[in-house]
């Protein structure tokens, strides 16, 4: 079973930067969607970005043009590069790994807590 692992959360001020890693135990290859949500406290999860098997993104309105999300299949590691922080980004952050065809795959990292300034 394929474990997920985020690092690179802190304590940063408004309008600086952190990039997010998710470590994956195992292949990453045959995940058709890997994605980061977020959880503030009192609010519910929150889908922040995706990025497809094949590289293909979405975002949320919320992160459009200040987050960037991409994989490297060869290091088996997901990453967000949150640029122009702001206090309401401040969450507990979760990678997500899917695999639809057999053997179905649907796991979670334990989260890293990121904390915005102002």
């Known amino acids: 079973q394929v474990q997920l692992v985020e690092s690179g959360g802190g304590l940063v001020q408004a309008g600086g930067s952190l990039r997010l890693s998710c470590a994956a135990s195992g292949s990453i290859f045959s995940m058709n969607v890997m994605s980061w949500y977020r959880q503030a406290p009192g609010n519910k999860r929150e889908l922040v970005a995706t990025?497809?098997?094949?590289?293909?993104?979405n975002y949320a309105n919320s992160v459009k043009g200040r987050f960037t999300i991409s994989r490297d299949n060869a290091k088996n590691t997901m990453y967000l590069q949150m640029n122009s922080l702001k206090p309401e980004d401040t969450a507990v952050y979760y990678c997500?790994?899917?695999?639809?065809?057999?053997?179905?795959?649907?796991?979670w990292g334990q989260g890293t807590k990121v904390t915005v300034s102002s």
């Open positions: 997500n790994a899917v695999r639809s065809t057999f053997p179905v795959y649907d796991g």
């Open positions: 990025i497809s098997r094949g590289g293909s993104t």
